[in-house]
């Protein structure tokens, strides 16, 4: 059994910061890649930022300049630096995982349970 427990979210005023964290657990080999998403109240879940495991990573034209991925290989945590925050990144942030190999099983994905972003205006 996979987990992706993330950390980090809460309440912030525009222009403020925040870093969140996931942590993947479950006799974990590897994992290919690794994103994070996040889904405002009303609209779907959309893309924010995913890192492979070579380091390549890929933003979305709105957080551009703004955030940094970034991931711990061996210690299999993804991250999210997020710096002048605005109304508009406020949202449930999502980790998930892609083409995890364990040590009984391989998995197409994974995801975590989210955590709450506000930036207040």
């Known amino acids: 059994q996979v987990q992706l427990v993330e950390s980090g979210g809460g309440l912030v005023e525009a222009g403020g910061s925040l870093r969140l964290s996931c942590a993947a657990s479950g006799s974990i080999v590897s994992i290919s890649v690794m994103a994070w998403y996040r889904q405002a109240p009303g609209k779907q879940r959309d893309l924010v930022a995913a890192i492979n495991s070579g380091g390549y990573t890929y933003y979305a034209d709105s957080v551009k300049g703004r955030f940094t991925i970034s991931r711990d290989n061996p210690e299999n945590t993804l991250y999210l630096q997020m710096n002048r925050l605005k109304p508009e990144d406020t949202a449930v942030y999502y980790c998930?995982?892609?083409?995890?190999?364990?040590?009984?099983?391989?998995?197409?994905?994974?995801w975590g349970q989210g955590t709450q972003v506000t930036v207040s205006s």
């Open positions: 998930k995982a892609e083409d995890i190999k364990t040590y009984t099983t391989d998995l197409l994905d994974w």
